[in-house]
Nanobody
């Protein structure tokens, strides 16, 4: 069973940069792709970005020009660098992991809070 350990959330001022990390631990970690979702109170989770093991990326429109997702496959870790943060970027960011066994559902991290003050 893969467990995801997230870190890097916190409180920042608008315009600042924050980088989230998510490490996949346990079992035989075979990454197909990993990524991030964001959730705000009372809303469903919104897709933010994803990256394949080979480095192909995908971004949701609100974040494609300011956020950068990367992966270190030797560490089974995905990163989300969030630049020029805005108040509307705030929320709980959840990491997910999809193994090469695509018949299995993705695993999710515990979530990390991002707060942006304007």
């Amino acid at each position: 069973q893969v467990q995801l350990v997230e870190s890097g959330g916190g409180s920042v001022q608008a315009g600042e940069t924050l980088t989230l990390s998510c490490e996949a631990r346990g079992g035989a970690v075979k990454i197909n792709h990993m990524g991030w979702y964001r959730q705000t109170p009372g809303k469903e989770r919104d897709f933010v970005a994803s990256i394949t093991r080979g480095g192909a990326t995908n971004y949701a429109d609100p974040w494609k020009d300011r956020f950068n997702i990367s992966i270190n496959t030797s560490k089974n870790t995905v990163y989300l660098q969030m630049n020029d943060l805005k108040a509307e970027d705030a929320g709980v960011y959840y990491c997910y992991f999809q193994s090469i066994r695509i018949d299995r559902p993705p695993s999710w991290g515990q979530g990390t809070q991002v707060t942006v003050s304007s």
